[in-house]
């Protein structure tokens, strides 16, 4: 099993900038694809970026060049460095973990508001 924890959500102003952390503990081995998807209210929920125990990141289109995706395999964390934060990125953001047994684990969610 995996954990994930996450935490750095909160309130910000449009144009502000928040950083999101995500702990993994339990079969860490395991874990192969990190990353951090995002629901809003009445929405599916949907990738924002992921990275490759190697380093290689994918970004949902509506993120790139503003969000960043960092990884630290010593410590088990995932980061994402949100910038230039717009009313629309308001959402419960959730850490996401694959494992080689083929399982998926998901974090509790962290709230992002962003207010205009």
């Known amino acids: 099993q995996v954990q994930l924890v996450e935490s750095g959500g909160g309130l910000v102003q449009a144009g502000g900038s928040l950083r999101l952390s995500c702990t993994a503990s339990?079969?860490?081995?395991?874990?192969?694809?990190m990353g951090w998807y995002r629901q809003a209210p009445g929405k599916e929920r949907e990738l924002v970026a992921v990275?490759?125990?190697?380093?290689?990141?994918n970004y949902a289109d509506s993120v790139k060049d503003r969000f960043t995706i960092s990884r630290d395999n010593g410590k088990n964390v995932v980061y994402l460095q949100m910038n230039s934060l717009k009313p629309e990125d308001t959402a419960g953001y959730y850490c996401?973990?694959?494992?080689?047994?083929?399982?998926?684990?998901w974090g509790q969610g962290t709230q992002v508001t962003v207010s205009s």
């Open positions: 996401y973990a694959h494992a080689s047994s083929g399982n998926n684990y």
């Open positions: 990275i490759s125990p190697f380093g290689t990141k």
């Open positions: 339990g079969s860490i081995w395991r874990i192969n694809t």
